[in-house]
């Protein structure tokens, strides 16, 4: 069965960093979309990052403001999310999320086209 986990997370003060792992596994990988989402508490699931396989495209959300990047290893099955200049709006679970039948190799934006998410990791920023 195919199995996302994300790691990383953690307490950080203002103006710190974190990066974040995504790991998939359970199946022979190739074409894919992996997406990154937040949530806090009461509020609506958002959008953070997506890429498609191999790093062919990316797009950010355009709060982000150069804040986050994405990398990918491929032969570990790994995205990894590095956060920089955390502020305390970003505490929020992280999720990551994979399309391994994407349609297109646009990064995608819609959380209901993902299948597949991991459990989510806690991101927390002290002011």
């Known amino acids: 069965q195919v199995r996302l986990v994300e790691s990383g997370g953690g307490l950080v003060q203002a103006g710190g960093f974190l990066r974040l792992a995504c790991t998939a596994s359970?199946?022979?990988?190739?074409?894919?979309?992996l997406g990154w989402f937040r949530q806090a508490p009461g509020k609506e699931r958002e959008f953070v990052a997506s890429?498609?396989?191999?790093?062919?495209?990316?797009r950010y959300a355009d709060w982000v403001k150069g804040r986050f990047t994405m990398s990918e290893d491929i032969t570990s099955n790994t995205v990894r999310l590095h956060l920089s200049n955390l502020q305390p709006e970003d505490t929020a679970v992280y999720y990551c999320?994979?399309?391994?039948?994407?349609?297109?190799?646009?990064?995608?934006?819609?959380?209901?086209?993902?299948?597949?998410w991991g459990q989510g990791t806690q991101v927390t920023v002290s002011s």
């Open positions: 359970g199946r022979t990988f190739s074409r894919y979309t």
């Open positions: 890429v498609t396989w191999r790093g062919f495209t990316s």
């Open positions: 999320a994979a399309d391994f039948d994407p349609s297109s190799n646009a990064p995608k934006i819609d959380p209901s086209t993902y299948p597949y």
